[in-house]
Structure formats: C-alpha cells, structure tokens
C-alpha cells in the first residue's frame, strides 16, 4: 500500500433536508489497493420514510439515505449518496439507524489536505442552539513511525436518542475502540478553526466532558426538550501528544423530559455476558448469539424495550419475560458475520422502561476474526475463548443447557474448557460463565468449586 508521506483528509456528509436527522458518526480505515474504507452510521426519524422492521434487517436490505457524502478539502469528489442498511429501529421513539461503508481511492497530490463530510440546515427544529449542522472527520495517512502501518481511525457509538429525566443526575459514557491500541480521547466539537457542527456546537449548556475518560457529565435541570451533543474522537500516539492521528465526529441526541418517578427508578442492566467494555470474538460465517437481560427500576415498571447499536446483519428476538420475578425482561441477539465484517465493530445496549426512562448504555467490543477450521470439541465440556470470558459455540451452550435443565436428574451446571469457570444455566436455556474463588477450581461431579487438584478426591 503506497500513500503521500503526508496526507490530511476530513469527512464530510451533506443532507439536503435534515430536520428529521438522529445523528451518526464517521471513521475510517486503511484499505488495499490505495484505498481507505470510510465507515458511516446515520439515524433518521423512521415516519419521515425511513421504515425499517426484523424483515429488513434479516434480508440485508439496502435503503434510500439523504444526501452525498463529499470530499470538500484537498479534493472535491462526491464519494457516494447516503445508502444504509438498517441494524437497528425504535417504534416508541420513532427513529431508524443504520450503516454503510464505501472504498475511496487515494491519489497523490501536491496538496495533502484532505476534507470530507456530512452538512446541512436544520436538525430537529427543537434543539437547542440552532439549526444548520455539519459533521467533519480528519485523519493524517502518514505511515506511522512507531508500527510502520497507516492509522485507523478510533470508532464509538451511540444511541441516537438519549432521555434523560428532569432533576437527576447522569454520567454518560462515551464507548470508544481503536484497533492500533492508541490511546483515545473525546472534545467537543467547534466552529473553529474549521466548522465541524454547525449550529449544534456546545449546544448541551451546562454539561462536562472528561476528555481523557470520555465521559459526560450533566445534571437536567436547566430545561426540557431537545439537546445535541457534537463531540470528536481522536487518537494519540502517547496521552502528552497534542496532535491526534485522526478525528472522528459522533452526534447524537438527548431528550430531557418530565418523571413521576424518582431519579433511582430507571431500569437497570444486571450482570449480562455482554458487559460494559467486554470483548468477544467470533469467526466468519459463525454464530454469535447471546442474552441480555434488564430489570426495572421499581416493582411498579415495567422494561417495555431493549434497544440496540448493532453492526450488519444482527437479528433481536422479541421482548420477554425472564424469571418470576416480575421485573426482569430479555432479549437474545444472534449474529453470523461475513467476511466483509472482518475486524472490530462496537455494539451498545439500553433498556428502556414504560415512562420513557433508560438505563445506563452497555458497550462492548465484537472482532471478527478469519475462519479457522473447526476443531472436535468435547461433548462434555463448555469451550470457551482463551481469555475465558466467552463461549466459542454458544448454540452448543443453549442446548446443553436445555439438556441439563430438562433432565433427570436435574442440574443447571456446565463444566467448561477453562479449569476455574463453570456454566451456570437456566430453564429457558441460557448460559452464564461464573468463575470460581482464586485457589479454587470447578467440579463438575460435585458441582462445586473445590481447591485446586482436589476435584479427583472429593465426590
């Protein structure tokens, strides 16, 4: 791969008419052939003619989007119009979300500044601060003195709508990912010295941005109704460094409306195998499917949804019932990437109660790795990946839970591939890794953590 010694490029997308617009983001990676992969994701309001069901998604349908995306700096192509697939939708909150990619072919020049990127008028009529809008994402290409390679930009995620409660406090995370290791960090967004949002720049007035920690803090009680957070995403060689390698752009939205209830009864995310800042790896063509479970902030709620960020191609099963408890709903989400889906995707989850409250969001980071041949694997054991904290075959986990629960006598535990963790499973067929005491291993024929090689001798 040949790129200028010196290359400059910022993104930018443009909508012809954006008030119906729920944000989105912008990244980038290196491609063969003197190429870069430019990533986008964009949410529209879904009245305003982006519908989109499980049909659409599990069809892999490609939808109409608004607008081109531009290169206006250092060049001045039109690189492709907004076309998405759709991952994920909200019937309650009326928005559609999706993503795309497209290969850019790179040339050299005398002029190394490179502008692309996302603009337009009018956002949603009620945010705060004004109406035109622009999204900007910059990377340098410069092969890199430390690891010899072209940079890849950080990614991150977010929910296009967030809603937060009048009155209550919140700390909202900002997941990030980057494939080089570096180290990241967020800012807002500004006018200056290149537009990079338009008239939503700082629009979320008495907030706070941790900027080495991405995370934002805000107490809501200054108005209600609709703000928009513009932030950039940058990456760094070293924390001291002032320059970053590249500058994503990610926009979203927060509701803040009226509660009846307290700031302590949103819902609640329990401990899931997809937590926050968890990494799980899967191969081409496998099947990554897990549960998610959420819980109510007071016995008088319910969780009416569990909504995603999905890469490409993830299907969510419907909302039910989990437990006896009456306050415990989940969802399981299944996933066979391709090969076009090779390296890390970020997929994020919020569990929304019948007040319009919201949980926390839960990130965690997906890799896709080549298909290796399969490997025999034994009948009475669980595999798990080498950090053990994932399942290798989880459809082989939902039937031996199901064979276990359902059978006589009855157990709801696994022995698996890792010596200190075991299979806690339950009736509706779900596994969950638990992991022994330090000093401790797992025994199956006693079904209890036992000290370390005494499971032979204990029975």
Not at 174 to 186: A, E, F, R
Request: proline share 4%.
């Amino acid at each position: 791969m040949c790129f200028p010694s010196t290359f400059l490029f910022t993104c930018l997308l443009y909508l012809v008419d954006s008030s119906h617009f729920r944000g989105g983001i912008i990244s980038w990676k290196p491609a063969e052939n003197n190429q870069i992969e430019i990533n986008y994701r964009v949410a529209f309001r879904a009245s305003f003619g982006h519908t989109c069901d499980e049909n659409t998604i599990r069809n892999g349908t490609l939808l109409s989007g608004e607008g081109s995306l531009q290169c206006v700096e250092g060049c001045s192509d039109t690189i492709t119009t907004m076309s998405y697939y759709c991952t994920d939708f909200s019937a309650t909150e009326d928005w559609t979300s999706g993503t795309n990619s497209v290969k850019y072919n790179l040339s050299a020049s005398s002029n190394n500044l490179y502008t692309f990127g996302f603009s337009s008028c009018c956002w949603i009529s009620l945010v705060e601060g004004g109406s035109d809008w622009m999204m900007r994402t910059t990377a340098n290409l410069t092969v890199r003195q430390d690891t010899g390679k072209i940079n890849s930009s950080p990614i991150s995620a977010m929910q296009p709508v967030v809603r937060f409660s009048y009155g209550c406090d919140y700390t909202l995370k900002i997941p990030v990912s980057d494939d080089d290791g570096d180290v990241v960090k967020c800012r807002w967004s500004t006018q200056t010295p290149n537009d990079e949002c338009g008239g939503v720049c700082e629009t979320l007035s008495g907030s706070y941005l941790d900027e080495r920690s991405c995370v934002l803090s805000y107490n809501a009680t200054r108005f209600t109704g609709w703000y928009a957070v513009a932030l950039q995403i940058e990456d760094f060689q070293k924390s001291t460094d002032t320059a970053p390698f590249s500058s994503v752009s990610l926009q979203f939205l927060i509701f803040v409306g009226n509660s009846s209830s307290s700031c302590e009864s949103r819902p609640v995310l329990p401990q899931n195998i997809i937590t926050n800042g968890s990494i799980h790896h899967s191969s081409v063509y496998k099947i990554f499917n897990e549960s998610i479970i959420a819980r109510s902030g007071e016995a008088t709620l319910r969780v009416t949804a569990i909504e995603t960020v999905s890469p490409i191609g993830m299907i969510k099963s419907e909302l039910f019932p989990y437990g006896t408890s009456g306050r415990e709903w989940f969802v399981t989400v299944t996933w066979k990437p391709t090969k076009s889906q090779l390296g890390t995707h970020l997929f994020c989850y919020t569990a929304v109660d019948n007040l319009g409250q919201t949980s926390d969001q839960t990130c965690a980071t997906l890799v896709v790795d080549e298909e290796v041949a399969d490997t025999p694997e034994p009948d009475n054991l669980i595999v798990l990946n080498s950090d053990c904290n994932a399942f290798k075959t989880p459809e082989k986990v939902h039937t031996k839970c199901i064979e276990v629960t359902t059978g006589v006598p009855q157990s709801f535990y696994l022995a698996t591939s890792c010596s200190s963790n075991f299979v806690q499973c339950n009736e509706l067929g779900t596994g969950y890794i638990m992991r022994c005491v330090p000093g401790t291993e797992w025994c199956q024929h006693v079904l209890t953590c036992v000290h370390a090689g005494t499971c032979n001798t204990e029975g």
